[in-house]
């Protein structure tokens, strides 16, 4: 099973911008498609971000689009998700995921592993 573990995360004013990464150790990185969920207080987790194991395709949700960029390093068995433009809404714990089967991570099914989290904070 692969190992994850979120970095990245912190304090920004709205408009700012944050980089998280996920180093993965263990299972061979590139079998996995990649996805990045968040779940602020109160609320359910949500999907974010996915990136196919060959980093050939991408998805986000509509409130990320144009915003967000996921990208990976095979050779550093790296996830990174590049957040510009933050708002207040964006606040919330933020978890990295692996998944054997892309259109699966999507629907947040058949996660293989979990990040412990890391907490971003966009102040207005």
């Known amino acids: 099973q692969v190992h994850l573990v979120e970095s990245g995360g912190g304090l920004v004013q709205a408009g700012g911008s944050l980089r998280l990464s996920c180093a993965a150790s263990?299972?061979?990185?590139?079998?996995?498609?990649m996805g990045w969920f968040r779940q602020a207080p109160g609320k359910e987790r949500e999907f974010v971000a996915a990136i196919t194991r060959s980093g050939g395709s991408t998805d986000y949700a509509d409130s990320v689009k144009g915003r967000f960029t996921i990208s990976r390093d095979d050779a550093k068995n790296t996830v990174s998700l590049q957040m510009n433009s933050l708002k207040p809404e964006d606040t919330a714990v933020y978890y990295c995921?692996?998944?054997?089967?892309?259109?699966?991570?999507?629907?947040?099914?058949?996660?293989?592993?979990w990040g412990q989290g890391t907490q971003v904070t966009v102040s207005s």
């Open positions: 995921a692996a998944g054997l089967y892309y259109s699966r991570l999507l629907r947040e099914n058949n996660i293989a592993s």
């Open positions: 263990g299972r061979t990185f590139s079998n996995y498609a």
